[in-house]
């Protein structure tokens, strides 16, 4: 073989492994380490949301190695405007950066401060920390089950803001047994029989103001007799009849009641099904 043909073979040689580094996958490293060893710039801009793709995230890998950057759900992304919310990673991001490569993308997350204002566009974030692991577990539960925005949203402010839980979901979604198994750290504590929702305000992350109440439970009738059932507040004042004087068969009742709510006072509230010459049936929920 002439000199020039050995010489153009390893040229294509050393090209085609070139080519080779080039395309496949860097060593994974996470985002901790990443920024700790000074392997990536890193530079993190609210998109002026609090939830899905909300946090611009710009790297730079700064080394000749190809790298592969990985930030985990739990992640923390600190907010530099105390006044706004802090926002957590609900979605691996994974981020393959050849030598010197810069790459815009999005973390994927959800606000972890309710009470605090929506980030605006362009406010500045910082890496913060991973959560503590019972957040860290439910933002790994809300990858794996693919838990939609709202309902993951509610089951977060639940560890980080101290929410009821019965924000989370109707007591009939028994596909959110998990998910509630999670937000009370494995205690056993039983789920709300009771769903509550709340008012949607443009501008604001958590209105507080409670707009919707969902009750679901189970009662033996005794007789064929009429029934009603009512809810009333703590001082014994009945605020809304939900059936009144129905006619139902003996047997177990599976009732359902979905109805929208204005300007209920926070606080203990009481169902009661009063079946006729019967002692009457109740149970509490908490707005």
């Known amino acids: 073989m002439k000199k020039t043909e050995v010489a153009i073979s390893r040229a294509s040689c050393l090209i085609f492994f070139m080519l ?123 990858e794996r089950r693919r838990i939609p925005d709202y309902t993951a949203q509610h089951a977060i402010w639940t560890i980080s803001n101290g929410h009821n839980l019965a924000s989370i979901g109707v007591p009939t979604d028994t596909a959110l047994a998990g998910l509630f198994a999670i937000c009370t750290n494995g205690n056993t504590i039983p789920r709300p029989w009771y769903h509550i929702g709340y008012r949607k305000i443009p501008g604001i992350v958590f209105s507080n103001e409670v707009c919707r109440v969902v009750l679901n439970f189970d009662y033996m009738k005794k007789s064929d007799k009429n029934l009603t059932i009512a809810v009333y507040d703590d001082c014994g004042r009945k605020v809304k009849t939900l059936l009144s004087n129905s006619y139902a068969v003996a047997g177990n009742k599976n009732f359902h009641f979905d109805f929208e709510i204005v300007n209920w006072p926070s606080g203990k509230y009481t169902l009661k099904v009063n079946e006729w010459e019967q002692e009457p049936f109740s149970k509490t929920f908490e707005i």
């Open 20 to 142: 080779v580094s080039y395309l496949s996958s860097g060593k994974e490293v996470s985002i901790f380490e990443a920024v700790k060893k000074e392997q990536v710039n890193l530079n993190l801009l609210s998109r002026g949301g609090y939830s899905e793709k909300c946090v611009s995230v710009r790297l730079k890998n700064r080394g000749s190695s190809r790298i592969t950057v990985v930030m985990k759900p739990g992640t923390l992304l600190d907010n530099l405007d105390e006044a706004q919310q802090d926002i957590i990673v609900v979605r691996t991001l994974k981020v393959d950066l050849a030598p010197f490569q810069m790459i815009d993308t999005a973390a994927y997350g959800n606000c972890c401060q309710s009470r605090n204002a929506i980030p605006k566009k362009g406010q500045r974030f910082a890496l913060a920390r991973m959560a503590d692991s019972t957040l860290v577990a439910l933002c790994k539960f809300i």
